[in-house]
């Protein structure tokens, strides 16, 4: 049974997930040495042995396992495993390197935005229905996305590469039946020779067969940083429902946004209208969210008709994580 207590602490560790996703932000800027490209390779290899001893602990190998065997079933189901590597690479590297390269704030904005492209495109490709909330929400997105056009004739390639890019690597995940921590551990296993590629190239941590302590510490605990992350993400799953956690989502590109104007991004005056815009859209986004949720702790306490027991629904499936 989910109590309060138990859902109090799905939140703070929700919440402390995404401090440290933000932490990650801050730090990836104070890696001036080491390009986007040997950040990322550090970030994968450093965080992979962490993903696969929650794994192992968790008992999830089964799900690994059955996407192994795809591979030999299923005709162009590899190909499929390499696509969504590839594009779950693109949006870690990004995440990585936007920090240091003025790119936080147009990343950030990406992840206000992410969740209305997330409802469009489940409505496009899954014909998933769309309330009232959600319509009026998209409404509000595609004002301020207008307001961006008009201003700069273009939306910052990086916003687009959030927005797009990882409804594009769920929708894939959803439609290859790969949408679990299974899934996830394949794209990071598949992607670890290009880390490695990354790392040895840059040579900034490791020139030759010697070590640049001076950089090799910031960069375990920037490893240190991205696994408890996801460790506590991942912690939080089961003490929360999916609505719950869906509001929890907009805790993160908060912080992203603060981070970037703590390193010095500014939003210029003609850009307020499009925040405001999307800003409104999130918060319509949770007030429909807070309204499941209280729909949900109403109906979540049932009387037995025999013993008089309190009981509640049956818990949700784990959520997964984004970073």
């Given at each position: 049974m989910q109590t309060d207590q138990n859902i109090t602490l799905g939140v703070t560790l929700n919440i402390i997930a995404s401090v440290f996703f933000a932490l990650m932000f801050a730090q990836t800027s104070q890696l001036t040495a080491l390009d986007g490209e040997e950040i990322f390779g550090w970030r994968m290899c450093l965080t992979f042995p962490c993903l696969t001893a929650f794994i192992a602990l968790k008992g999830y190998w089964p799900q690994v396992i059955s996407i192994y065997q795809r591979l030999y079933r299923e005709?162009?189901?590899?190909?499929?495993r390499l696509i969504s590597a590839l594009l779950l690479s693109v949006q870690l590297?990004?995440?990585?390197?936007?920090?240091?390269?003025?790119?936080?704030?147009?990343v950030s904005l990406g992840y206000f935005i992410l969740p209305i492209t997330m409802v469009i495109i489940g409505r496009m490709a899954f014909r998933d229905q769309m309330s009232?909330?959600?319509?009026?929400?998209c409404a509000f997105a595609v004002l301020g996305i207008a307001n961006q056009m008009v201003l700069s004739?273009?939306?910052?390639?990086?916003?687009?590469?959030?927005?797009?890019?990882?409804?594009?690597?769920?929708?894939?995940?959803?439609?290859?039946?790969?949408?679990?921590?299974?899934?996830?551990?394949?794209?990071?296993?598949?992607?670890l020779p290009f880390s490695l590629f990354f790392i040895i190239q840059g040579g900034e941590v490791v020139p030759g067969l010697s070590i640049n302590m001076n950089l090799l510490w910031p960069v375990l605990g920037l490893g240190l940083?991205?696994?408890?992350?996801?460790?506590f993400q991942a912690l939080s799953a089961?003490?929360?429902?999916?609505?719950?956690?869906?509001?929890?989502?907009?805790?993160?590109?908060?912080?992203?946004?603060?981070?970037?104007?703590?390193?010095?991004?500014?939003i210029r005056p003609a850009e307020w209208p499009t925040y405001i815009a999307i800003w409104l859209s999130v918060i319509v986004l949770m007030a429909e969210g807070i309204r499941g949720l209280k729909?949900?702790?109403?109906?979540?306490?049932?009387?037995?008709?025999?013993?008089?027991?309190?009981?509640?629904?049956?818990?949700?499936?784990?959520p997964a994580g984004r970073d």
């Open positions: 005709r162009h189901f590899a190909l499929t590297w990004l995440f990585v390197w936007a920090p240091g390269n003025g790119h936080g704030l147009a009232r909330f959600q319509k009026l929400a004739q273009s939306m910052a390639w990086p916003t687009l590469a959030v927005c797009l890019g990882y409804p594009g690597y769920f929708w894939l995940r959803r439609r290859t039946d790969t949408n679990n921590i299974g899934g996830l551990w394949f794209d990071m296993a598949l992607a940083i991205s696994a408890l992350a996801l460790t089961p003490h929360l429902n999916l609505s719950l956690f869906g509001l929890l989502i907009y805790v993160e590109p908060v912080l992203l946004m603060l981070v970037a104007l703590a390193l010095g991004e500014t729909k949900w702790k109403a109906a979540r306490v049932v009387i037995a008709p025999k013993q008089g027991a309190m009981q509640t629904p049956a818990s949700q499936d784990e």
